[in-house]
């Protein structure tokens, strides 16, 4: 397992490229099993849950190429026949957004075999919904051995309300419901921008929705969906990670390729705890935005309460929560999503963080000199927090289990080595 060896205590200073958002690529590969024709998806991020949904896609059958940088991180993926149309354990286990290939197996072809994800480390997180959901829509579903299975001849339209906002849970819906005979009009649905994305993507293919990004989204069937072109939106955890990280290390950082207006509540968070961001000019003049941060007074004490979007998303708890450890006075962070996304505060703790969990909240304590130290990761954004501390931290930290930030972050120590960061990746074999 590859670690990261870190030294801390130098800014950042310079400008780091941001990526494609994992969460917007991934269900929009699954979207590809909805067409026999090519769907060509640009600006996909090279990390392993990409990796691991077109090991799925292409075990399933599907065909898949995937271009590099200088051609605008193309994948091309056409799905003309699923001769097996299963999600093994052996996949699911590693990526539970592998959950994803449910509503469009089901819609296209009528069946689907999907291993249950299991648990996971930040939480029970169940699919109760994505399966009631299916059900509504007139599908046939019976778990065993730990599998879903799943048939209908044709999905139905209906109305269906979610009883807890899930993002996964409103694109497995929508995706089933783009093939499905009548309206589906989906209620409490999740507002993500990812959601928008996939509904634009969808829509290019010949679907017919409305209100993505709204609470309420309606889709109109249709018998068959075309192939499309489709650029991914910018990863905003991503951009929210590294606004982190120029201020944790008092740096100065300009980030290209981004889209502001996803990341309204974290600038508004940040600039609260003291850290000054703003609009920059973009690398090429035309080109997608870029934005600037900087420390712009010594770190203030701010609370945060994760919520759905558009709120402060819970995959930026672990992160805010490391620049916390450095702010003037107690942060109190809530975290409302997952019952379990605190695993990152022990080893914080071990750093010489002052932090107190009680159930869903966090009390921060600081200004505390961090001190490198051997930490664990243990899920993608809490190793994300414990770089960020390392960063900050007095002398050199190890930070072992990165296989978890390479799901969500691509290369990062290559992006923070180019603007100053000492990070080197140990790899074991
Ligand atoms: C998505 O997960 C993201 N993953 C997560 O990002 C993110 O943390 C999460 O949304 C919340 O924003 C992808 O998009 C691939 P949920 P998802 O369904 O869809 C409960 C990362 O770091 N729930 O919105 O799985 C659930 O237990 C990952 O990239 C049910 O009860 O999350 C949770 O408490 C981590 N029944 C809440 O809803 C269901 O059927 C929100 O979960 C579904 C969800």
Redesign the pocket.
């Known amino acids: 397992m590859d670690k990261f060896r870190i030294e801390g205590g130098r800014p950042l200073e310079g400008r780091v490229t941001i990526g494609g958002a ?2 917007a690529a ?1 269900p929009a590969m699954a979207a590809a099993l909805l067409t026999a024709k090519r769907v060509v998806l640009r600006n996909i991020p090279r990390v392993r849950d990409i990796i691991t949904m077109r090991s799925l896609l292409d075990e399933m059958g599907a065909d898949s190429s995937l271009k590099g940088e200088k051609q605008g991180n193309r994948l091309a993926l056409q799905a003309r026949k699923i001769p097996d149309p299963t999600a093994p354990y052996e996949l699911v286990k590693q990526m ?2 592998s959950v994803l290939v449910l509503g469009p197996l089901v819609a296209r072809f009528g069946h689907a075999r999907v291993s249950l994800p299991g648990g996971c480390a ?9 399966l009631k959901g299916l059900e509504r829509l007139g599908a046939k579903v019976s778990i065993e051995h730990g599998y879903v299975e799943a048939r209908a001849d044709r999905l139905k339209g209906d109305v269906f309300h979610f009883d ?6 409103t694109e497995n819906l929508m995706m089933a419901a783009a093939l499905a005979d009548g309206v589906t009009v989906l209620e409490n649905a ?1 507002l ?1 921008p ?1 959601i928008e994305d996939l509904a634009a993507l969808l829509n290019k293919m010949g679907a017919d929705i409305t209100g993505a990004g709204t609470p309420t989204i309606r889709i109109r069937g249709v018998s068959r969906l075309e192939g499309a072109e489709h650029n991914i939106i910018p990863d905003r ?1 991503e951009t929210g990670t590294f606004l982190a990280a120029a201020a944790i290390t008092g740096g100065h950082l300009i980030l290209d390729c981004v889209e502001p207006r996803h990341l309204t509540a974290v600038v508004a968070k940040l600039a609260e705890a003291g850290v000054e961001t703003r609009a920059a000019a973009a690398r090429n003049t035309g080109g997608p935005e870029a934005l600037e941060a900087k420390m712009s007074s010594p770190g203030r004490a701010a609370d945060v309460t994760t919520q ?1 979007y558009p709120g402060f ?3 930026m708890q672990a992160q805010y929560m490391a620049l916390a450890t450095q702010a003037h006075g107690s942060s109190v962070i809530t975290e409302t ?2 019952e379990n996304r605190y695993l990152h505060a022990l080893e914080l703790a071990r750093m010489g963080a002052d932090i107190t969990v009680d159930g869903r909240r966090a009390v921060v304590r600081g200004p505390t000199r961090l001190s490198g130290a051997n930490v664990q990761a243990s899920d ?2 809490a190793s994300a927090s414990l770089v960020l501390a390392a960063l900050a931290a007095d002398g050199e930290s190890v930070i072992d289990r990165v296989y978890h930030i390479d799901r ?1 972050y691509e290369r990062i120590e290559d992006k923070l080595k180019r603007v100053g960061a000492r990070i080197e990746r140990i790899s074991e074999v």
Do not use: M, Y
């Open positions: 994992k969460n991934l539970r957004a930040i939480g029970a997180r169940p699919i109760n919904l994505h807890t906002i899930t993002v996964t849970g999740a993500e990812e955890i759905e998303p819970t995959d999503i997952f993608l954004r969500g």
